[in-house]
């Protein structure tokens, strides 16, 4: 390969007075105020396979590095890259489109490419409304980046829109190079992590269910797309992070960790190479996926956090989003989770266009419960965004439920979808539902729960981050 011709994957800075910008790695957008930020590890796979076949490769996430535009757009005109790479969302495709404006007046010979799920869903928008070279399309941006850069280091002239279905081998790709990709500027600010230094992986693309309406990475990965590493892969990948960083906690970010054979085995890997004494795993998981049997193994394995998507109390609800959970087996659940020492966490969306106030308030007395019961340790709530490109977006455009179509509103910060729950109401509901789960016994098991110096800095951690969260709202 031509070791000359140098591609940056950039995070340019999105400044707002909403806060900063939760873009990479992120199934939903949001400007927040908690400082979160996530791992991108599709574009760091890309950027270690680049890399390996000798291309220049700048790691260029400004949004994680704190740079002002200004600074951010002099250091890239200063590289002169060949090619950049560009991940967006909804509510940022806008700013993007511009930000690609001042690259070309600056770069004009640079080729620019977008990828994420916005564009996947309307790739031609971006061709038509900006001076974008080509759009991705489709989850596998490692292996299509790659192919892109290797095209045009021959000076042959891709598609604009190149499609490519997501059906790569992913055990043909290196483990993440984690120097090349910064990965400190992300391994201290995420509520995910209890013990620190943190770091993601993801041994799945994406979620073996595949088949939520309003989740748009569906729109990367439909189920029947569904792939995973192999499980020595994947311990490879982790015996690289604890050995070489020294990192204490990994958040497994596949839609859905993989179960049955593949969790027995990739659990028994990790105790057999005492992994399971070094590092804690953390991971996204469905309600009803796993048994009594699998929460234990996985809790002599070293797994600590488990996210569960709720969504809603209301069974009516969990069938339009296609979401096939059974409300009455979930508090049965948690606490066999709670038994083995697991933390379990819920996220929860309020303003669907079907929910009344009253299905919303079920929603919030039944979280309200769990908590309760002590047996959930933290949630997440949000405004339903229908984003391009999900079932649910067509849902509400066939049947006239969109406020806007103005790509700036789908941001969280208020309803995009006509509601019987007005504005107000829905973020003083989520509100509500924060606020709720703060309750003495809540405040008591918590406490209870310390058991390391580790505990106490994450507990402290956790309580600014949710005060900051409520801004948000």
């Known amino acids: 390969m031509n070791n000359k011709f140098s591609i940056s994957i950039s995070y340019p800075p999105l400044e707002s007075t909403k806060g900063s910008a939760f873009l990479s790695q992120n199934r939903q957008f949001q400007w927040s105020n908690t400082g979160n930020i996530i791992y991108p590890v599709i574009p760091a796979y890309a950027a270690t396979a680049l890399k390996e076949q000798n291309y220049k490769v700048f790691w260029d996430d400004a949004i994680a590095e704190k740079l002002k535009y200004h600074q951010w757009l002099s250091r890239l005109i200063q590289n002169r890259p060949d090619l950049i790479i560009v991940e967006t969302k909804t509510p940022v495709i806008k700013q993007h489109w511009s930000i690609i404006g001042d690259i070309k007046k600056n770069l004009p010979k640079t080729k620019i490419a977008l990828i994420g799920d916005h564009v996947t869903a309307l790739p031609e928008e971006s061709i038509i409304n900006s001076q974008v070279d080509h759009v991705l399309t489709g989850g596998d941006y490692d292996f299509m980046i790659l192919d892109l850069a290797n095209k045009l280091s021959k ?80 311990i490879k990948e982790i015996k690289n992070l604890v050995e070489k960083y020294h990192v204490k906690e990994i958040f497994d970010d596949a839609g859905t960790l993989p179960v049955g054979d593949w969790l027995k085995e990739f659990c028994q890997k990790l105790i057999k190479t005492g992994l399971n004494h070094k590092v804690k795993i953390s991971c996204n998981m469905r309600f009803g996926a796993l048994s009594e049997k699998d929460y234990q193994l996985m809790a002599q394995a070293g797994f600590r956090f488990i996210l569960y998507g709720l969504e809603s109390a209301n069974s009516e609800t969990l069938k339009k989003i296609n979401k096939n959970i059974n409300l009455k087996n979930i508090p049965r659940e948690l606490k066999i989770a709670k038994k083995y020492g697991l933390e379990p966490h819920i996220t929860i969306m309020i303003g669907y266009p079907w929910e009344t106030k009253k299905d919303a308030q079920n929603t919030l007395n039944f979280a309200k419960k769990l908590f309760r019961q002590g047996i959930v340790d933290s949630m997440q709530a949000t405004i339903v965004i229908p984003y391009p490109g999900t079932p649910l977006f067509d849902y509400c455009q066939k049947n006239n439920l969109l406020n806007t179509e103005n790509w700036d509103d789908f941001d969280m910060r208020q309803p995009v979808i006509k509601s019987p729950i007005s504005s107000n109401d829905q973020k003083q509901i989520i509100q509500s539902l924060f606020k709720g789960i703060i309750t003495p016994k809540f405040i008591i098991n918590k406490i209870k729960s310390i058991r390391s110096f580790a505990d106490i800095k994450f507990l402290f951690g956790y309580t600014q981050k949710f005060f900051q969260k409520l801004k948000d709202f």
């Open 155 to 234: 000076n042959i002239t891709p598609e604009k829109i190149i499609k490519i279905s997501p059906t790569h081998n992913l055990d043909s790709l290196p483990i993440i190079d984690r120097d090349l990709t910064k990965w400190y500027l992300y391994s201290q600010n995420n509520t995910n992590y209890k013990y620190k230094p943190g770091a993601y992986i993801m041994s799945g693309r994406d979620c073996w269910w595949g088949r939520c309406t309003f989740c748009s990475w569906t729109t990367l990965f439909p189920g029947k797309s569904y792939r995973r590493f192999g499980v020595d892969h994947t």
